[in-house]
């Protein structure tokens, strides 16, 4: 394996740990390796590191939530400290408390950068100070609400940008976020609870993020908080929950966040595996792959897979490859001597029967995946593969002996090329044993 210049390598010659995590963003900025090691050197050393910082962009961590009043900024306060706890130099950049009387308390002995006061159409108001922050250049800023709108007259129009201009200043941050302000959802939020969210960002900043972490409440206990007056004042709790709190729309919130969260990590994990050359399948969750093709036993082959993705809570994909280039040739021309002038005939009844099987498949909840190519099992490995397949749904080989001799059994090569999935094997009823193949 490639070790890239300068990583500590252990002993054994072997490339650390920690520097491997690192370097793909997947370790914890707040370990006790990062600060220990800050705390360790003398005051000279301490700026040295403070301007190789600033050559270097600063990590970003997202704390992600379903709806206000999950505890991102609780959560958020709460890292604050226990980063101050262990030497690292953290200030709050900008934190909306909401008169919250824990949120409030949990401040505490934090800095704080003084707020920068703005005059608009006679109203003087409060944004956060970006010039400030970066002039103080603390290691970690605390910034709550990354979608905000800016008001008129600020340095930027988005809290967002703010952001990227302190993480370019060589500054980590840790910022807050509800799903719902994800530019890409904007739209089905509006469906789903009859609310526009006037304030959007691009999905962009959430992907460039180096750390997602979700805050999760169920939604009957979301529900008890406010009526408790935990989020709202009390002149706002019976509208809110009457109208965006419904227990409905949050729990579609909440299903929102868990995916982008698992997204999240599983990109992670991608790019760790790709940067190691790892090609074996890591099964961190199951996935099932059906193969499909216009013969009736195709329904029967999705509803097995189906019912095998079900009971695993499996993702569930469907496949059907389509012969192009030589290979579709020779089959022409076997389709043709078997069945003479019927073979037109029968060759549209075949695509009828596979539109038919891959919107059964849809309905059964299944991506279906299209995909041409003259080596059938060469294609079907490579999409189990670049999908992380870990079941095989196939139905039982049912060629005639001269098919099997001029194109091969397609079990028996995917059999040699898959070496992490299991597969399986639907057999073919005895009424489909004669239907013809194209």
């Known amino acids: ?11 054994d010659g072997r490339p650390d740990p920690e520097a491997l995590l690192r370097r793909y963003n997947l370790l914890d900025p707040d370990s006790d390796a990062r600060n220990d090691s800050l705390a360790s050197v003398g005051q000279g050393t301490q700026q040295q590191v403070q301007g190789a910082r600033q050559d270097q962009r600063g990590h970003l ?46 401040i505490g002995d934090l800095d704080v950068i003084p707020r920068k006061k703005i005059t608009y ?43 990227m201009e302190i993480l370019d200043a060589g500054i980590d941050v840790v910022t807050t976020l509800n799903v719902q302000h994800l530019e890409s959802l904007n739209d089905l939020v509006e469906d ?23 805050i999760d409440i169920a939604p009957y206990a979301l529900r008890q908080r406010m009526k408790h007056g ?26 929102m966040a ?35 093709d216009h013969r009736a036993q195709s329904r029967a082959i999705i509803r097995d897979a189906w019912r095998l993705a079900h009971g695993l809570h499996a993702d569930f994909i469907a496949v059907s490859i389509e012969l192009e280039g030589y290979s579709a040739f020779v ?9 003479g002038t019927e073979a037109k005939k029968r060759r549209e009844e075949a695509l009828r029967h596979l539109e038919e099987h891959a919107v059964f498949a849809e309905d059964l909840g299944a991506e279906v995946i299209r995909v041409k190519s003259n080596d059938i099992a060469r294609a079907f490995a490579q999409v189990a593969s670049e999908h992380h397949i870990t079941q095989i749904v196939l139905g039982q080989p049912g060629h005639s002996r001269l098919e099997e001799f001029l194109f091969g059994s397609v079990t028996n090569r995917l059999l040699r090329l898959m070496t992490d999935a299991d597969i399986h ?14």
């Open 1 to 11: 394996m490639d070790i890239r210049r300068g990583e500590k390598k252990r002993d």
């Open 61 to 106: 961590r997202v704390y992600l939530g379903a709806s206000a009043g999950v505890g991102k900024t609780y959560a958020m306060l709460n890292e604050g400290h226990r980063r101050k706890g262990r030497n690292t130099d953290v200030v709050i950049g900008y934190v909306e408390t909401h008169k919250r009387t824990q949120t409030e308390a949990q």
């Open 121 to 163: 159409r006679g109203v003087t108001l409060e944004e956060m100070d970006t010039d400030a922050i970066i002039a103080r250049h603390p290691q970690v800023v605390l910034v709550d609400e990354l979608a905000h709108t800016n008001i008129a007259g600020s340095k930027h129009n988005k809290r967002y940008q703010d952001v």
């Open 192 to 214: 789903i609870t009859g609310v526009r969210v006037r304030e959007t960002l691009p999905d962009r900043i959430l992907d460039q993020a180096d750390e997602v972490e979700l």
């Open 230 to 255: 935990n989020i709202y004042p009390a002149e706002r709790i019976d509208t809110a929950l009457n109208n965006f709190f419904r227990e409905g729309n949050l729990t579609a919130l909440r299903e």
């Open 258 to 292: 868990l995916r982008l969260t698992a997204n999240k990590t599983e990109s992670q994990l991608q790019r760790y595996m790709t940067g190691h050359d790892i090609d074996k399948q890591w099964a961190t969750n199951e996935r099932v792959l059906v193969g499909f």
């Open 331 to 339: 089959r022409k021309i076997v389709t043709f001597l078997k069945y």
């Open 425 to 438: 094997l639907v057999p073919i009823r005895r009424k489909d044993r004669n239907e013809s193949e194209i």
